[in-house]
């Protein structure tokens, strides 16, 4: 299995503060590469897929970069709905696999 | 707007069967441009994927459940299904049914359910 490691695991920051998350698969995915959304009590949310491509209704603020092993998920400035979890997920080997996600928390 | 809703008992005795829906309303499970999956979420392993079901009936499982899962859609019902059998403590969670096209990155989500597993 392709295992997904996002660090860190948590992370503290401001309203209008810059984040950025990483998430690197134990082997090459290409660009095969989706990053959700999760708040307490609800589904994960389509982010970003295929590594860098905004999916319909998703705040520019948020922007996916990388391929191959390494890939980041970047929050330009952090507004207060954006506090939440977000995971990673490698579309490019079955089975599909999520990295263990990252907590994003008001400092 | 498609929307995707899970259902089924809520609670499991362990080494029963697990049995859940999910239905889909504004769209056609019918559809050539999905698959369709469950997914589940507990705190000790994180969100973990199960399998998927085609409306064609093809089926792909997590190797790590296949001996225990089946997945299986009804078209006139316009619902998929999973079972899971021989559950065990382990197997309690939040069960989601997803919706992903064929590059499979999961668009659409149910709001999940619980199951627990316990006598």
Redesign the interface.
């Known amino acids: 299995d392709v295992q997904m490691t996002q660090s860190p695991s948590s992370v503290s920051g401001s309203v209008g503060d810059r984040v950025t998350i990483t998430c690197r698969a134990s082997q090459g995915i290409a660009s095969?590469l989706?990053w959700?959304q999760q708040k307490p009590g609800?589904?994960?949310?389509?982010l970003i897929?295929?590594a860098s491509s905004l999916?319909s209704g998703v705040p520019s603020r948020f922007s996916g970069s990388g391929s191959g092993t390494d890939f980041t998920l970047t929050i330009s400035s952090l507004q207060p709905e954006d506090f939440a979890t977000y995971?990673c997920?490698q579309?490019n080997t079955?089975?599909?696999?999520?990295?263990?996600?990252t907590k994003v928390e008001i400092k | 707007q498609v929307q995707l809703q899970e259902s089924g008992p809520g609670l499991v005795k362990p080494s029963e069967t697990l049995s859940l829906t999910c239905s889909v309303s504004g769209g056609s499970v019918s559809s050539s441009s999905y698959y369709w999956s469950w997914i589940r979420q507990s705190p000790g392993k994180g969100l973990e994927w199960i399998g998927y079901v085609y409306y064609s009936g093809s089926t792909g499982y997590n190797a790590s459940l296949k001996s225990r899962v089946t997945i299986s859609v009804d078209t006139s019902k316009n619902q998929f299904s999973l079972k899971l059998s021989s559950v065990t403590a382990a197997d309690t969670a939040v069960y989601y049914c997803a919706r992903a096209p064929k590059y499979w990155y999961f668009d659409l989500w149910g709001r999940g359910t619980l199951v627990t597993v316990s006598s």
Do not use: H, I, N, S
């Open positions: 095969r989706a959700f609800k589904a994960p949310k389509l897929y295929a999916q995971y997920q579309t079955f089975p599909l696999t999520f990295g263990g996600g």
